[in-house]
């Protein structure tokens, strides 16, 4: 049994690739998005009451996101995986897990509904605390409803609390920079920063090797950093923000 379904909307996130991305929603409440809605979904009255509500009410402060792992290349999937939070050493069955090599490629993230804006004869969705890659296809769009979606008593032995974040260190001349592209931009860059980093966004089952340059690509910019060991604990040290050409 087979189904087919549209693409309503693209997204444009400040994660321009996999590596970095934060491994669940909301870990970087500052990781902002937005969805461009495609013809014919792109219509304005499609999201009454998300902004405004009834009666004069707030709408929905959080969305449901369904999309598509558009970038994952495996094609065939497996029964078993190895989840980034064992390590990379273990194996859980895929559906105990959110691994994005499954059966039917389809990821589903809770965002913070920011606004939606008309521009350009376009209609985009602005979000935040997204774990989105640039580019992905979105599926559907649906409002949080806290009374049925946030379920208090929920248990997950496997993954019961966020990952300790790691110290993410930002140098004084690196900081610079960062004011001056909020200043320019409004993006508090260096929380943004902080947040992503701090989720240590190397492999778990490697090492840190002091001496290895890391990097990803976040909005305009190279991010770079290198891992340093103190008192058996490890920490991150930005070393360089790159500006990409246009």
Known sequence: MNFTFPAIGIVHSCFKEKFGIPRQPGLAPLAEAEIEMLPPF??????EGLINGFDGQQGATHLWVQ????????????????????????????????????????????????????????VFVHISGVDLL???????????VPYVDCVLAAEN??????????????????MAQCIAYWKKTGTDLAGLITQVLQQDPRPQYQQPEPERVYGMKLLDLD??????????????????LLFQPD
């Open 223 to 240: 991010v770079r950093w290198q891992y340093r060991c103190e008192n058996d604990a490890y920490s991150i040290y930005l070393t360089q």
């Open 134 to 144: 640039e580019g992905t296809p979105v599926l559907d769009i649906k409002p949080y």
């Open 42 to 47: 792109d219509d304005i009255n499609a999201f």
């Open 67 to 122: 999309f598509v792992f558009h970038a994952n290349k495996r094609e065939a999937w497996k029964a078993k995986v190895k989840p980034p939070r064992l390590g990379g050493n273990k194996t859980l069955g895929v559906f105990a897990t959110r691994s994005p090599t499954r059966p039917a490629p389809i990821g589903l993230s809770v965002v913070r509904l920011r606004g939606i804006i008309e521009r350009d004869g376009k």
């Open 157 to 174: 032995s496997f993954a019961p609390a966020p990952p300790e974040p790691v110290a993410v260190n930002i140098p004084a001349e690196l």
